[in-house]
Structure formats: structure tokens, C-alpha cells
């Protein structure tokens, strides 16, 4: 029996979560119906969980976001205004998963708040998650714009197209508890990521596209990186890479334990990876090292108050 001290689990129940590492290309009907495609597969291998990665519908780049963007809001959106929306809910209703919808490029159009003024027009890097009745859960906005300028590797302005989120994206999925959502650049700042493992997430997910440059030295490491800092299960899901394209993704989607174990890890083709996820080793990773006891939020208080917005969707 179990008694008052016996901690909740996490994790409610053994989960098997997918990473779809996903080769799109420029034509977004068919990046659809592949990912539609995968999906079924990975529901098929056992996934009750599937990711897919960031910007699977169009090829990644500053160029193809107001392109590719989709109007999402009010929500649910139409058909017209975001096919994508659509064909996400109908992949996780078909297949009766949990769908973390990677990213899309998302376009709102606000009014201005100066009167006589035109339209205001921003894109986002966004995040769809469906549950498995093909219902909207929660939608994340990269928070972290990716920015960067590696003298001969990479410069990259996301900024110069998009706008950032400002929440932090925390999802219950009912059977199996609280996964916490962001999207590739995100995964550098750990303040994200912890303040959403202490709200009781058992799995941080990120799609994501790293690059040939920083792929190597740190996309593994960073899912490790948080996956240790948390004692959570970390997702990591990439696009597959495509040389004939813009943009060259690293690949390796992997999933990550709870004692920063890699458990399964994508090459750079087009792949599914699996991994089966329970509360035991969350459990067993916090008893043998119990930072949870141990944090010192009376010294650095800015993390332990979350100082961010937690919204719903
Ligand atoms: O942080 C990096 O090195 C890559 C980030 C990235 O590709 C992105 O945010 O899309």
C-alpha cells in the first residue's frame, strides 16, 4: 500500500515517445503528407508520443518564413488559413497520439496602436501540440530567437523575420503528466528548461535544426545538459539533413534519461527513433542524487520565483 511519503510519480505511466527526423523540402502539400506518412508509422512502432521537428513544413530560413507562414489565430484557425493546423490534428486524431507538432512559421496581423495607421504584420517560429482527439493543447512561440555570427560557420538572424514568444509552454498530457515545450535555440538557456522541470514535467521536448557547425560540438551535449540539470527525460527532434537544400541540418534526434543516458540517437537520414520512457528512472536518478533537496533558491532567487508568463495554450 502505498503510503503518504511515497512520492507521486512524474510520469503516471510507461510512455513510448517518436522523433520523427523528418526530410522535408520545398513543396509543404507534400511535407504534409510525409510527415502525416511518419506519423502513422510511429504510431504504428508503439508511440504514444510523437515529435516532429521544427519547420517541417517549409525549408528553414529567414527567406521562407512570411512565405510559408500560416494564420493561426483566432483558433482554431480555418483550413484555408493554416492547412498545417489541420493536418496535424487530423495526424494525431488518425493515429490517437499525443502529436508535438514541431514548428511552423506562423503569421498575426494586428491592428496598429497608432490610429490611421496600417496593419502591423509578425511571424513566429511556432509550435503546435494536439492531443489525441486531434484537439489543440498548447502552442508554443520560440522564445529564444536564434541569432548567431560564427566567423566561417554560421550567421544566422532569425530576428531580422521574427518576433519571439515570451511564455514558457508547460502541456498535461492527462495519462501521463506534464511535458514542458520549446523549440531548438531555446534549449541553450537552462533557466527555460528548469523552471519547467520544477513545475513537475517528466520530459522537456524540443524540435529543433541545428547545423553543421554547432551540431557537432552541442546538440547532444545540450540535451544531456538538460536532461542532468532536471533529472528529466530530454527529446530532441530534428529535421532530416538534405545537402541539395538551404539549410543543412545536423540530424541525431535523440532522446535523452533522466541521468543524461543518450537511449536512442537518429543518424542524419531521414529516421524514427524510439525511446520507452518511465517514472522509475526519473525516480531513481532524484533518490541516488537529490538536487531537488539540495537547490539553493535562497541564492539565486531569480530562478526559484519563475519570473515568466505560464500560459495554457
Ligand atoms: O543553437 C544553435 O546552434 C542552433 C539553433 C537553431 O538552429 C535554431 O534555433 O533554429
Redesign the pocket.
Known sequence: MASSTTPSPVLKQPVRIACVQLASGSDKAANLARAAEKVREAAAGGAKIVVLP?CFNSP?GCDYFPRYAETLLPSPPSEEDSPSFHALAAMARDNGVYLIGGSIPERETTPSSQEGEELQTRYY?TSLTFSPSGTLLATHR?V???D?DIPGG?T?R?SDVLSPGNKLTVVDLPEYGLVGIA??????FPELATIAARKGCFALVYP????L???PL?WELLGRARALDNQCYVALCSPARDMRGVYHAWGHSLVVDPMAKVMVQAGEKEEIVFADLDDQRIESARTGIPLRHQWRFDVYPDVSQGKVNIGET
Open positions: 521544427e528553414y517560429n520560440k529564444h530567437l536564434f548567431i554560421i544566422f532569425e523549440i531548438c535555440y531555446d534549449v541553450r529543433g535544426a541545428f547545423n557547425t554547432t551540431g552541442h
